[in-house]
């Protein structure tokens, strides 16, 4: 009953996690397609509302400068000029209104929100554009009254002066004849008062004249007093007022642009995938750079390298380190697979064996066993990193058969390799597990340096070793160890070389075809050998070749082609 009880709350627990777990998704799904739907929103509006205020500004700057200046020319000018103005104004405000009514702002919404951005800007810089013009009228329609006022008081003037003048010579005239009666009288004397003496009819002509002039005298100067009461009564016409632009009311018209702004860039504001998108958006373009030189700069080096370099390469002189050995002294080789998973080594009285603990298998009892701490003192580090120290030394009273194999590595197959008395060959001590020789007569080891060689720069191999025979060199190599004979010529893998005929022609060839070479499935170079009589050794699969044979430490990188310069 208990471990019922035990097996079923198991299973509540699994399914409770399993549906907190499907929760936490749905709920992280939502959120994210609500960022998601949020930065399209933004993205797609923000720039273009952004722009679209840019430009209402610019607008409403230009249009406020080119009517002020308009204006200004406008502020002298005539009433028909004025209202010829006038009249283009409606015009245009009528104008502008149809375009307002017929804007079709739901189809531009359907359209896309830039679309609805510079719908809004368009609409905006109509009632911006209508506000701007009802100014300018407002403006001249007062110029326009100045105007009017300013002629009809220059008119009024004019007819003041003129019933001045006429009041003037009415004036004139009624003094000189008061002048003239004055002196008739004077000279008629008493026959100036009887009636039918000419004296009598002369002066009753002359007050006759009097009192006409008195009427027109009095006429024109009811006519000029009343004319000046008239002047007196219109109002005082002054300079014309300078143009102000209401910029409030300028600036209401982006109200709904500016409103549609704010509401975006305050979603702007909260939102976290908008911030992203900011920090990373002025990376694109570089990254995007990037991501062509990484493909194209080591694209351009190799093809340099692959139709300049290696031609070059080729035309130069292969290198030989010594001369053919007369073939009495050299054993008769031909190309064959020479490496088995385990070797049988007959070790003769007189001879010592010196190889690595992990390749030695078996051995007979009563082997004297020894231990040497490095291959070579005379090259230590080579010794070291080739991973030849702590040797075992096996020596033999009588014949004994050891066999060797590689324990520890099981791709690893081992070889056994006769050099001939006065024979020389080239080999990597990476690819050395072992040696056999006489006691005492240890073979020689000879260090050739290439510095001034181009193909030494090529397979960044600066000093090669030579083994000097005769002696029996234990080799290993992935899969298996392969020799074959140069002849000719023969091209083989550089990751494979493990060594060759001291007097072999030793050089680099380019790798065929390009496009393997280009996307890194091939090296640029090949081991090339030549000569009569001469072989190369090489193993069956490159240890470079394996999972996680390449080096991907930089560090590692440059140890190893440090240590293949010096030939380790």
């Not at 509302?49 to 009517?67: E, K």
């Not at 090529?458 to 005769?470: I, K, V």
Request: hydrophobic content about 50%.
């Amino acid at each position: 009953m208990g471990q019922l009880l035990a097996a079923l709350l198991r299973g509540l627990g699994r399914n409770l996690l399993v549906f907190a777990a499907i929760v936490l998704v749905l709920a992280s799904g939502h959120w994210l397609r609500g960022e998601w739907a949020n930065l399209q929103h933004i993205v797609a509006e923000l720039p273009a509302l952004r722009q679209a205020q840019a430009d209402f500004d610019a607008r409403r700057a230009a249009l406020a400068r080119d009517t002020e200046e308009e204006l200004r020319q406008l502020a002298g000018a005539g009433i028909a000029r004025l209202d010829g103005r006038i009249a283009a104004i409606d015009a245009e405000i009528a104008r502008l209104r149809r375009e307002r009514e017929a804007a079709p702002v739901l189809g531009a919404a359907l359209a896309g929100r830039e679309a609805l951005a510079q719908q809004l800007a368009r609409s905006a810089m109509r009632d911006m554009e209508i506000e701007l013009r009802r100014q300018e009228k407002t403006h001249l329609q007062a110029l326009r009254a100045r105007a009017d006022a300013l002629a009809n008081r220059q008119a009024a003037l004019a007819t003041l002066e003129r019933l001045r003048r006429e009041h003037v010579a009415v004036y004139t005239a009624l003094q000189d004849t008061m002048k003239k009666r004055a002196q008739a009288e004077q000279a008629a004397g008493t026959w100036g008062k009887l009636f039918f003496t000419d004296d009598y009819r002369q002066l009753r002509a002359l007050d006759a004249q009097l009192t006409q002039l008195r009427a027109r005298n009095s006429a024109a100067h009811r006519a000029f007093v009343a004319q000046r009461a008239l002047v007196n009564t219109l109002p005082a016409v002054g300079a014309p007022a300078a143009f102000r632009l209401n910029e409030e009311a300028l600036a209401a018209a982006s109200a709904p642009l500016r409103e549609r702004l704010r509401q975006v860039e305050a979603l702007a504001g909260t939102s976290g995938a908008w911030r992203a998108y900011g920090l990373v958006q002025p990376l694109l373009l570089p990254a995007l750079l990037v991501l062509a030189a990484w493909w194209l700069v080591p694209a351009a080096i190799r093809a340099l390298f692959y139709f300049v370099l290696a031609p070059l390469a080729a035309k130069r002189p292969a290198i030989v380190f010594e001369d053919a050995p007369a073939s009495s002294g050299t054993p008769t080789r031909t190309s064959s697979r020479i490496s088995a998973v385990s070797q049988q080594l007959v070790l003769a009285p007189g001879e010592e064996l010196l190889i690595r603990p992990d390749y030695c298998q078996s051995q007979p009892a009563g082997v004297l066993v020894a231990t040497r701490l490095l291959f070579d003192w005379r090259r230590p580090l080579s010794s070291l990193a080739a991973r030849l120290w702590m040797l075992k030394r096996l020596r033999a009273s009588a014949a004994a058969e050891v066999v060797v194999s590689a324990t520890s590595d099981p791709l690893d197959e081992v070889a056994l390799l006769v050099l001939g008395p006065g024979e020389s060959f080239v080999l990597q001590p990476r690819g050395l597990a072992g040696m056999v020789y006489r006691t005492g007569r240890r073979p020689i080891i000879r260090s050739h340096w290439r510095v001034g060689t181009l193909h030494a720069w090529l397979t960044l191999q600066l000093r090669y070793l030579a083994f000097e025979g005769p002696a029996t060199l234990v080799l290993k190599g992935c899969r298996g160890v392969r020799l074959e004979c140069a002849g000719a010529g023969r091209t083989i893998s550089q990751d494979a070389t493990l060594g060759f005929s001291a007097h072999a022609r030793y050089g680099t060839v380019r790798a065929e075809p390009f496009l393997p070479y280009l996307t890194g499935r091939q090296p640029l170079f090949h081991d090339s050998f030549a000569g009569q009589d001469a072989c190369f050794l090489y193993e069956e699969v490159p240890r470079s070749a394996q999972a996680g044979g390449r080096r991907s430490n930089p560090f590692e990188v440059l140890l190893d082609a440090g240590l293949k310069a010096f030939g380790i």
